[in-house]
């Protein structure tokens, strides 16, 4: 089993930042992957970006430029940093974590408000 607690969300002004984390515990050893994904009302969950056991990143077209993904190994927790916040990035942010035996977990999600 594996945990995970996302923090860090909240309402930002367009063009502002945030930083979610997200922080993992359980039988995190058998990480294949972690990444963020959001999901805004009315829409299906979408990726955001990705980050291997090898540290290859795969962001989507709409995070490149603006969102980095990073993580601190010795307190598994990973981060997202968002820059140049949109108004169309308002979602709810889930942290995903996929397994060496391929089961996916979710965290409970950030809701990230861009509003002016």
């Known amino acids: 089993q594996v945990q995970l607690v996302e923090s860090g969300g909240g309402l930002v002004q367009p063009g502002g930042s945030l930083r979610l984390s997200c922080a993992a515990s359980?039988?995190?050893?058998?990480?294949?992957?972690m990444g963020w994904y959001r999901q805004a009302p009315g829409k299906e969950r979408e990726l955001v970006v990705v980050?291997?056991?090898?540290?290859?990143?795969h962001y989507a077209d709409s995070a490149k430029g603006r969102f980095t993904i990073s993580r601190d190994n010795p307190k598994n927790i990973l981060y997202l940093q968002m820059n140049s916040l949109k108004p169309e990035d308002t979602a709810l942010y889930y942290c995903?974590?996929?397994?060496?035996?391929?089961?996916?977990?979710w965290g409970q999600g950030a809701q990230v408000t861009v509003s002016s």
């Open positions: 995903h974590f996929l397994s060496g035996d391929k089961y996916i977990y």
């Open positions: 359980g039988s995190i050893f058998n990480m294949l992957a």
């Open positions: 980050i291997t056991k090898d540290g290859a990143t």
